[in-house]
């Protein structure tokens, strides 16, 4: 049963803007802290934003001042907004549901995770 979708990946230049959305099954919106996380080519998977279930955020410093993560109730949609984009910036991009917000940037906290979309910053 898939319970995270993400969606809204693809190409852009350096400098230029995206917004990831990640739909979540009614269960898992309600209740779970929604994070976001990117693996670049050859990398660890790394933490990139979350927020939580009143809508409180955390960013990373990579990309703190430049994204913006929302969450729309109606849509049991969370959103990913990353403008000023770098090509450091090209990897996939996962979202991921945790029951707690304590330790967000490690990945073991997050019990559900999407199959992830793709982006590509090109410079």
């Known amino acids: 049963q898939v319970q995270l979708v993400e969606s809204g990946g693809g190409l852009v230049q350096a400098g230029g803007s995206l917004r990831l959305s990640c739909t979540a099954s009614e269960r898992i919106f309600r209740n779970y802290n929604i994070g976001w996380f990117r693996q670049a080519p050859g990398k660890e998977r790394e933490f990139v934003a979350v927020?939580?279930?009143?809508?409180?955020?955390f960013y990373a410093d990579s990309v703190k001042g430049r994204s913006t993560c929302s969450r729309d109730n109606a849509k049991n949609t969370v959103w990913l907004q990353v403008n000023s984009l770098l090509p450091e910036d090209t990897a996939i991009y996962y979202c991921?549901?945790?029951?707690?917000?304590?330790?967000?940037?490690?990945?073991?906290?997050?019990?559900?995770w999407g199959q992830g979309t793709q982006v590509t910053v090109s410079s």
């Open positions: 991921a549901a945790a029951s707690y917000l304590n330790e967000y940037k490690l990945r073991s906290r997050y019990s559900y």
């Open positions: 927020i939580g279930v009143r809508g409180g955020t």
